[in-house]
């Protein structure tokens, strides 16, 4: 018999082509997604040696970033966006690649249009010039973010090469207290181990509260393992995982799902396999989190005070924390409830799906957005768009006073014209809280949906738990 | 040829931690198609005041630190996004090394494919070559890839560590694509024995 694996040594073991002595491995990748901002420069590159794209077959595109969320039967206004946009349309027409451009029905954010077409399935291996393609390994795939180069190298061979990871476990057990999403539970991991806590570590996410979240809550959780500095972040696959792949355009059919699925459920764990690291979480001591400087380690549960210089050990760290609320304008030992807040974002690949939007519209309904608070909600994807309207969420998000947009990355990372302004709190369902990342001079708070939601409402953050009887 | 072998040169110290790409370069300037002239949005808010005019307290402007190959900076350097406009601008901006506590794994990989040398030394270390760069900043740090060694400017010798294969491709000017086209007969084995051969 051979040695217990972990999930990660399995599919890795799995798709290693060849193994240089001393040195990284050749390792085969079943699919590649491609974007506008993060492969011109690869596919010129292939352009200036000759060579074709190997796998035109198991590359698909998409455009997100640069994409404006606003009326589409418009022309892109910014030229730069629209340079980026013709250029990643002619080189997949040039070499065959599948384009879901947003003329067409499945465009969407990179990381939404993978699960929800069924190109993300258990045992995969699969990247993008993304570093949140770490949302497909809620599925039990492989998935990490690369460089363009690495991109370049992926379309010419359809491979990569890796050095393994470390692995590190990740058990979350319990129930998640009620108010508590996949988003705290990821913000609260984030807090408790650090933006470099798992660098050069592949996560394994397990326990009773993690089981316990469906794909979308496995999907918002593994996308922010690189907020950790995890390559990858995965979920071992289940029933959960196969009812959702069922029936989705690029998964398996009929028979061979099934068959399918028998080989997926062999994607776990061994009992016996060792993690090079090993964390374990108790759900109860999780509540509804919000982060409060400028990287998403630095988070709080929502109920407690603004950290204290005296909290933290060293003088960098006390330096750090406090050029960190000097810049979020918070003031040390104060409540962050309460926190006045401009602009409301919902939307991103951490938190744009339906499970989403339905949480953000149960606290909308019937309520109207803060008379000074812009609140925009972004679908992820054209599907999305479809379904929140056929189920009414999108009249929902407009009677509040929401602007209602076409899909897309959008505020997240600000490139499409979808900007805070300088100095303004956003309260965001996205995934980094950087200086500048939603615009110059922008502070981001990120929270869960239903807690953007509740803050639109408010015009303040707020503790969803209790928002209300204290309104 | 693109390749890394030694270095001497002056360094310019930016001692803090968690730096993230959207910091390196805000994603605003990743409309581009092209790597040329990213050097000019390097930092760029850290650089620049709201009407795009260079900061009189901008280290990266400063006469001071002109004409410095080397970056100095804290534990995990690069954090955050994959773009690779991230090494680009440091590359184009004239940067060939950075000295760090620690670096992003993204970034790391994404430095070292475009002979950016990332060179991790323990935190005192860095701390004091910082500290050391900052009173004198003509002092010059000596860079050996074929030897692992950073030579500082007391004369103090530091072995660093880097993967063998990535060395060699630094030090000879190996590309990953060449090398692993190479291997197209096993590439193409490995996909005949599992069926993932493309469907024609």
């Not at chain 1, 694996?5 to 240089?20: C, M, R, S």
């Not at chain 1, 879901?100 to 990179?110: K, R, T």
């Not at chain 1, 959702?244 to 028998?262: I, R």
């Amino acid at each position: 018999m051979s040695a217990p694996k972990t999930l990660y040594e399995k599919i890795w073991d799995a798709h290693v082509v060849h193994q240089t002595e001393g040195g990284p491995a050749i390792v085969y990748i079943d699919r590649h997604l491609i974007h506008e901002v993060t492969s011109p420069q690869a596919f010129s590159g292939l352009a200036a040696r000759g060579i074709p794209v190997r796998r035109p077959d198991l590359t698909t595109a998409t455009e997100d970033h640069s994409i404006p969320t606003t009326d589409r039967s418009k022309p892109i206004e910014d030229e730069a966006a629209r340079t980026q946009l013709a250029t990643l349309a002619e080189n997949c027409r040039k070499h065959g690649i599948t384009l879901f451009d947003v003329a067409s029905n499945h465009q969407g954010i990179v990381h939404v249009i993978g699960p929800e077409l069924g190109l993300t399935q258990p045992g995969m291996t699969m990247v993008c010039g993304d570093s949140h393609t770490s949302t497909h390994g809620a599925f039990g795939a492989l998935a990490f973010g690369i460089g363009t180069s690495e991109v370049e190298l992926v379309l010419a061979s359809q491979c990569l090469l890796q050095a393994p990871s470390k692995t590190m476990e990740i058990r979350v057990e319990g129930t998640l207290p009620l108010g508590v999403t996949a988003k705290d539970v990821i913000l609260y991991i984030i807090s408790k181990i650090g933006v470099g806590g798992a660098t050069g570590h592949v996560i394994e996410y397990t326990g009773s509260a993690i089981r316990s979240l469906s794909m979308e809550g496995r999907m918002t959780l593994c996308n922010m393992s690189i907020e950790a500095g995890a390559r990858a972040g995965m979920v071992a696959p289940d029933e959960v995982t196969f009812a959702y792949l069922k029936d989705k355009p690029f998964a398996p059919q009929g028979e061979a799902f099934e068959t399918a699925c028998q080989r997926w459920r062999e994607l776990k764990t061994d009992v016996g396999a060792k993690y090079d690291t090993q964390v374990i979480l108790q759900a109860e001591d999780i509540e509804p989190m919000v982060t409060y400087g400028t990287h998403p380690g630095m988070a709080m549960k929502i109920s407690a005070m603004v950290p204290k210089k005296d909290d933290f050990n060293t003088l960098q760290e006390q330096e750090e924390l406090l050029a960190a609320l000097d810049y979020m304008k918070l003031e040390p030992g104060h409540p962050i409830a309460g926190t006045p807040i401009d602009v409301v974002f919902i939307g991103s690949c951490t938190n744009s799906r339906m499970e989403d939007l339905r949480a953000a519209a149960e606290v909308l309904a019937d309520k109207r957005v803060a008379s000074h608070v812009r609140a925009l909600v972004v679908p992820g994807s054209a599907e999305i768009k479809r379904q929140a309207e056929a189920e009414g969420l999108s009249q929902i998000f407009l009677d509040a006073g929401c602007e209602w947009r076409e899909p897309g990355c959008s505020m997240c990372i600000a490139m499409n014209g979808d900007v805070v302004a300088p100095g303004q709190a956003c309260a965001s369902t996205s995934n980094r809280n950087f200086k500048g990342r939603q615009g110059k001079g922008s502070r981001t708070f990120l929270v869960s949906p239903a807690m953007a939601a509740a803050a639109a409402i408010s015009g303040r953050l707020v503790d969803i738990r209790t928002w209300e009887t204290h309104a | 040829m693109n390749a890394f072998t030694t270095l001497t040169a002056t360094a310019l110290p930016f001692l803090k931690d968690d730096i993230d790409t959207d910091q390196i370069i805000p994603a605003r300037f990743l409309t581009g198609t092209t790597k040329a002239g990213l050097g000019a949005k390097l930092f760029y808010d850290w650089r620049y005041d709201d009407q795009g005019q260079i900061k009189a307290e901008s280290l990266f402007d400063s006469t001071r630190f002109q004409g410095s190959q080397i970056l100095i900076a804290g534990h995990n350097f690069g954090c955050g996004s994959s773009r690779e406009h991230a090494p680009w601008s440091l590359k184009d901006f004239g940067f060939r090394a950075i000295i760090a506590v620690s670096f992003a794994d993204i970034f790391y990989n994404n430095a070292l494919k475009n002979f950016l040398l990332p060179i991790a030394l323990p935190e005192a270390v860095v701390q004091h070559l910082a500290q050391t760069i900052e009173q004198d900043p003509s002092q010059t740090i000596t860079v050996n890839l074929a030897e692992q060694c950073v030579t500082l400017p007391n004369q103090e010798q530091h072995h660093f560590e880097i993967n063998a294969f990535r060395k060699t491709c630094l030090l000879e000017g190996l590309d990953d694509i060449a090398f692993v086209l190479a291997h197209l007969p096993q590439i193409e084995a490995y996909e005949k024995a599992l069926g993932k051969t493309a469907a024609l």
